[in-house]
């Protein structure tokens, strides 16, 4: 690949969250987040979320690598590595430590600003996310969470405040992250880390998802109105989970499945960028007979925040069929539908599937969509690593994902001349994985020392990937 293709101004970067790497949970003046309350799985074993902070568990996140304490060593690192960009989070909790306080709270505010430091001194751009899994957890002792509308206006605080405070620092802002992943209302985790929300007995949980989503959907078109005004050379993304479902044949039942199924994914980003309810979705309510609660102030609201670009995390495809003799699971979406695997594709350790021209496949399809530039701020290879008795790691099997998805990119731009800002990989450190709270689930090009118990001295170690990235993007 001749890394040529891509316009000076291209975003060579690396992605984590604040809650995966910072640590500190309880330092500078940080509240509780819904992060802090997830204890440790394992692969294949789901994470606990508890009832406030118990004596008795591991909760992994509360120490994560210490980049709260450590980030001008991981900068230094990034900055030899060769980044022009590091997507990160800032930690709502930090900023406003139960969420619905009228003052912030300096010590986080200045946390952050010596973090932006440090990046643009060594030429780093940050590239930032208001809400990457990380809100108070009061919001949800006290407000039930997302369904609850005073919390569009307690994020409005919160990113005003901060999108004032680093004006002159940070440029490129992401909203919620993959607000969309939380689409079906059926898997805890998700609507935990996008939501929060209190369900109550008799609660019907599909109908107060899509309410508490709509909720987002509104704020963040709200905080992208205020964030123009604030700088009007910011540029305001929104940030998504593509994860393209394939049909399984070309049986038109088929087809209809997978366009049903990514119905539920792109209402989310259509909303983002096209400032209107689909009337699928509306179609869809009716006939479900959700009372979704929204005036018409709020649909102008949104019609007046559509994001600059589409931000998007890409790891995977999958596939659904709606033929009996095909195993799979059942989905919501469409009568007698499943998801299945592809045979066409092998997977990861954790059964997730390899398909990096389905990268190709999804920048297109997106692009197509909405005309608006594209940012893939998320992409990597989450493996058992082994450390040799050099300190060396030898992880040829991420350079291999890597390279192939960078590749799809690459023909995606020449080829089919879809607008691309920059390619972020997921986990350019170590950090705690978000699905299962591993240590030993990693994605980074730099080895973090510490396991699944949270054992061990936290030194960094520069990976085989590390130096073919390095390679890669050099000027």
Same mark, same amino acid.
């Given at each position: 690949m001749d890394k040529n293709v891509f316009k000076d101004t291209f975003l060579w970067g690396g992605a984590v969250a604040a809650h995966q790497i910072e640590g500190g949970w309880d330092q500078g003046g940080k509240g509780v987040s819904i992060a802090d309350v997830m204890t440790a799985g394992g692969n294949g074993i789901p994470r606990e979320i508890t009832k406030g902070v118990l004596p008795d568990n591991y909760y992994p996140n509360h120490e994560a690598i210490d980049f709260y304490h450590r980030y001008q060593e991981d900068v230094a690192l990034l900055a030899e590595l060769g980044i022009s960009c590091f997507r990160t989070s800032i930690a709502w909790s930090r900023i406003y430590p139960k969420g619905d306080e009228l003052e912030p709270n300096e010590e986080g505010l200045k946390f952050y600003d010596d973090l932006f430091d440090e990046l643009l001194a060594h030429g780093i751009e940050p590239v930032i996310t208001l809400s990457h899994f990380e809100m108070p957890y009061h919001l949800y002792e006290a407000y039930g969470g997302f369904k609850n509308k005073q919390l569009i206006d307690f994020f409005v605080r919160y990113a005003e405040t901060v999108m004032t405070r680093y004006k002159d620092k940070v440029n490129?802002?992401?909203?919620? =992250? #993959? %607000?969309? =992943? *939380? +689409? &079906?209302? *059926?898997?805890?985790?998700?609507?935990?880390? =996008?939501? +929060? %929300?209190?369900? #109550?007995?008799? &609660? =019907?949980?599909? #109908?107060i998802v899509y309410q508490a989503g709509l909720n987002e959907l509104i704020a963040s078109a709200k905080v992208v109105a205020l964030g123009r005004r604030i700088n009007p050379d910011f540029q305001i993304g929104c940030m998504m989970a593509y994860v393209p479902v394939y049909p399984y044949s070309c049986k038109p039942e088929d087809m209809m499945a997978s366009i049903k199924v990514m119905d539920r994914r792109f209402f989310y980003s259509d909303v983002h960028a096209r400032g209107e309810l689909p009337n699928y979705m509306l179609t869809y309510w009716q006939d479900k007979q959700f009372q979704i609660d929204y005036t018409s102030e709020e649909l102008e609201a949104l019609k007046a925040g559509t994001v600059d670009y589409i931000g998007f995390s890409y790891y995977m495809s999958t596939v659904t069929t709606t033929q009996a003799e095909v195993d799979g699971y059942p989905i919501a979406d469409f009568p007698a539908a499943k998801i299945t695997s592809n045979p066409f594709v092998k997977a990861s350790d954790w059964g997730w599937q390899i398909d990096p021209v389905g990268l190709r496949y999804t920048l297109n399809l997106v692009y197509e969509r909405y005309n608006l530039p594209l940012f893939i701020v998320e992409n990597g290879f989450g493996a058992y690593d082994k450390l040799e008795e050099d300190g060396t790691i030898n992880d040829s099997y991420r350079i291999d994902y890597l390279s192939q998805h960078i590749e799809q990119m690459a023909l995606a731009v020449t080829k089919d001349g879809v607008e691309l800002m920059g390619y972020t990989p997921w986990g350019i450190i170590d950090i705690v994985s978000f699905g299962s709270g591993e240590m030993e689930k990693r994605y980074g090009l730099i080895h973090v020392d510490k396991d699944n118990q949270g054992q061990g001295t936290l030194t960094r170690r520069k990976k085989q990937s590390f130096y073919w990235y390095q390679q890669l993007i050099r000027k």
């Open positions: 490129y802002w992401m909203t919620f =992250n #993959e %607000i969309n =992943n *939380q +689409a &079906d209302g *059926q898997h805890d985790l998700h609507v935990w880390t =996008n939501s +929060a %929300i209190r369900f #109550e007995p008799g &609660d =019907n949980h599909e #109908e």
